[in-house]
């Protein structure tokens, strides 16, 4: 019953502040566009400025297992890589094959895994998190980009890739915060407190804008790509990783930040990927919305069994 009660307070948050989110939308508090602005604002600035904080006040005489950041990196393509080959069969529509790929392999790792690790561990152990958020997001983007373009019949422009991946916001947060831990740099209280604010802020208004963009309609005609999709990124993905992480030998602060990047839904961001590159935007956004809904019960059950194993 502990383990149980544990679990339930990490995970409860994350549910709550989404169901808010949903029903302020209801409630007329939430429009499209002001939907769209808050998205903006959690990841141009309050994201970065979570990523930044963490690792900023990271221990920088800590110990953990850096293998997790070259781990997570490997089976960023991996995942990506096993998913196409999977699913390319299985649909024949590349507007599809597109939004599944995508919403299968890349995560919303960066909303999830931040809070529930400070959650368990406090957020100066949130700083290895933060560095494989760091890590694998700039994969994440790339690989999405690359497959989007594939199935478009687009052809993929190397640098503008490697300028978009170094101008994401998520990246410069992760490299100042790593260059300051780095150099030992001291910022003036006044400007690390502004920072610190605003890292606090993240969190609850990503997943509120989260929770706003939840629309369970239209459905019908994509039930199956819907299953596979969710079934693949919240079951599939973490039940062949996750234990394989363990069998390496990886535990605490660094088995949480992996079980949640596996075991997250898709990134809210693959929706507005695949409008901007012709995808199907539509299944996209319905992989978001109910992997995101049934993601707080998949992760609750992941820190549950490793907690109850003390592996966590």
């Known amino acids: 019953m502990q383990n149980f009660i544990f679990s339930l307070n990490i995970i409860l948050p994350l549910f709550l502040l989404m169901a808010l989110g949903y029903g302020m939308k209801h409630l007329g ?34 110990h953990f297992d850096t293998r997790v950041i070259l781990f997570a990196a490997l089976t960023a393509f991996a ?15 590349n507007r599809k094959r597109a939004a599944l790929i ?15 690790v400070a959650s368990i561990y406090g957020p100066e152990k949130a700083g290895i998190t933060a560095l494989v958020v760091g890590t694998v997001v700039p994969i994440f983007n790339a690989l999405s980009v690359i497959v989007l373009s594939v199935f478009r019949n ?9 300028l978009d991946v170094f101008k994401n916001p998520l990246i410069l947060g992760s490299l100042s915060g790593i260059l300051a831990l780095r150099y030992g740099l001291s910022l003036p209280v006044p400007v690390e407190k502004a920072i610190g604010d605003l890292a606090k802020a993240a969190t609850p208004l990503a997943i509120l804008a989260l929770g706003g963009s939840f629309n369970f309609s239209a459905i019908r005609e994509n039930t199956k790509y819907i299953v596979y999709g969710v079934t693949a990124k919240l079951a599939v993905i973490p039940g062949v990783l996750v234990p394989v992480a363990v069998k390496l030998g990886f535990t605490g602060p660094e088995l949480v930040t992996l079980m949640v990047m596996y075991a997250a839904p898709a990134a809210v961001s693959t929706y507005t990927m695949a409008q901007q590159m012709d995808a199907d935007d539509v299944l996209a956004g319905q992989l978001v919305v109910f992997g995101s809904a049934l993601s707080v019960m998949t992760i609750f059950f992941w820190i549950f069994g490793l907690r109850s194993m003390a592996l966590i």
């Open 29 to 62: 508090m939430f429009e499209h566009q002001s939907l769209k602005v808050l998205n903006s604002l959690a990841f141009k600035a309050l994201l970065p400025a979570l990523v930044f904080n963490n690792i900023y006040h990271t221990d920088p005489n800590g």
């Open 79 to 93: 995942i990506f890589g096993v998913t196409t080959l999977v699913t390319v069969p299985f649909v024949n529509d």
């Open 102 to 116: 995508q919403g299968i392999g890349r995560s919303n790792s960066i909303i999830f895994s931040l809070p529930i």
């Open 154 to 162: 687009k052809k993929i422009s190397m640098g503008k890739l490697l």
